[in-house]
């Protein structure tokens, strides 16, 4: 009898063990629970490292378009298309040409300062003569349209004749030489006025014409030379045969 009351207690105290176990894990499940919900929050409010709170960057910023801002303004002189400008060609040609334009270096007219002048007798066509202009200088010269002669004392310069007017300007490299050919007087006898003279001024053009520019050359002639009313010469040309074929 004894035995069977201690069994009842003993169940009774195990029975109350086993409840207050339960009691406890709902407990506990329930704190674990609210402790997961708050890890979860607090995970929720801190900002991930691509978003812009945790960059430091102005959410607005990421809207930004290329090519805007001071890049845009950067790309405008591209899109001009300005390239060369008639300008720069006006430039480049008074370059060649020698002319006097522009802020860069300009190649300078041959004249008696930079070139060696000569006039020889040629055997043919009868009555000519060939002018020679050497470059001497150490730089390129430009022989501009044709010479200016003055035979002795004459009071003005013969005519050019105008169909040896060559295509392009011819200009010199040091070395290089220029050719005029110079008609004295008529075969036939036409001319008038006829005189003999040893003595010769060469005088050259600029690259507008219309007058000598730069100093002048005195020719010493061998023999003395006979000229008249058809005297003439041609433009300077970079072929002796292209001077004398006139």
Same mark, same amino acid.
């Given at each position: 009898?004894?035995?069977?009351?201690?069994?009842?207690?003993?169940?009774?105290?195990?029975?109350?063990?086993?409840?207050? %176990?339960?009691?406890?894990?709902l407990?506990?499940?329930?704190?674990?629970?609210?402790?997961?919900?708050?890890?979860?929050?607090?995970?929720?409010?801190?900002?991930?490292?691509?978003?812009?709170?945790?960059?430091?960057?102005?959410?607005?910023?990421?809207?930004?378009?290329p090519?805007?801002?001071?890049?845009?303004?950067?790309?405008?002189?591209?899109?001009?298309g300005?390239?060369?400008?008639?300008?720069?060609?006006?430039?480049?040609?008074?370059?060649?040409?020698?002319?006097?334009?522009?802020?860069?270096?300009?190649?300078?007219?041959?004249?008696?300062?930079?070139?060696?002048?000569?006039?020889?007798p040629?055997?043919?066509?009868?009555?000519?003569?060939?002018?020679?202009?050497?470059?001497?200088?150490?730089?390129?010269?430009?022989?501009?349209?044709?010479?200016?002669?003055?035979?002795?004392?004459?009071?003005?310069?013969?005519?050019?004749?105008?169909?040896?007017?060559?295509?392009? %300007?011819?200009?010199?490299?040091?070395?290089?030489?220029?050719?005029?050919? %110079?008609t004295t007087?008529?075969?036939?006898?036409?001319?008038?006025?006829?005189?003999?003279?040893?003595?010769?001024?060469?005088?050259?053009?600029?690259?507008?014409?219309?007058?000598?520019?730069?100093?002048?050359?005195?020719?010493?002639?061998?023999k003395?030379?006979?000229?008249?009313?058809?005297?003439?010469?041609?433009?300077?040309?970079?072929?002796?045969?292209?001077?004398?074929?006139?």
């Amino acid at each position: 009898m004894r035995t069977l009351r201690f069994s009842h207690a003993a169940r009774t105290t195990a029975l109350g063990t086993a409840a207050l %176990v339960a009691a406890l894990s709902l407990t506990a499940c329930q704190d674990g629970g609210q402790a997961a919900a708050g890890s979860a929050a607090a995970a929720s409010d801190t900002p991930s490292p691509q978003s812009p709170a945790a960059t430091g960057t102005p959410a607005d910023q990421g809207d930004e378009k290329p090519g805007s801002g001071s890049t845009a303004g950067s790309g405008s002189d591209a899109d001009s298309g300005s390239v060369s400008r008639p300008a720069d060609a006006e430039h480049a040609a008074d370059k060649r040409q020698g002319g006097e334009k522009g802020d860069g270096p300009v190649t300078r007219a041959c004249d008696g300062g930079n070139s060696k002048v000569t006039l020889t007798p040629v055997p043919r066509p009868v009555n000519h003569l060939l002018l020679t202009v050497t470059n001497t200088g150490s730089e390129a010269c430009n022989a501009y349209h044709h010479p200016f002669l003055r035979f002795g004392e004459a009071q003005s310069t013969p005519p050019v004749q105008e169909d040896s007017k060559p295509q392009a %300007v011819v200009t010199l490299s040091p070395g290089q030489s220029a050719y005029a050919g %110079v008609t004295t007087s008529s075969a036939d006898g036409s001319g008038t006025g006829g005189y003999s003279t040893k003595r010769l001024t060469v005088s050259f053009q600029g690259r507008e014409g219309g007058g000598s520019s730069g100093p002048s050359k005195n020719v010493p002639l061998g023999k003395a030379v006979y000229v008249d009313s058809t005297l003439s010469v041609t433009y300077w040309q970079t072929d002796m045969n292209d001077a004398l074929m006139y």
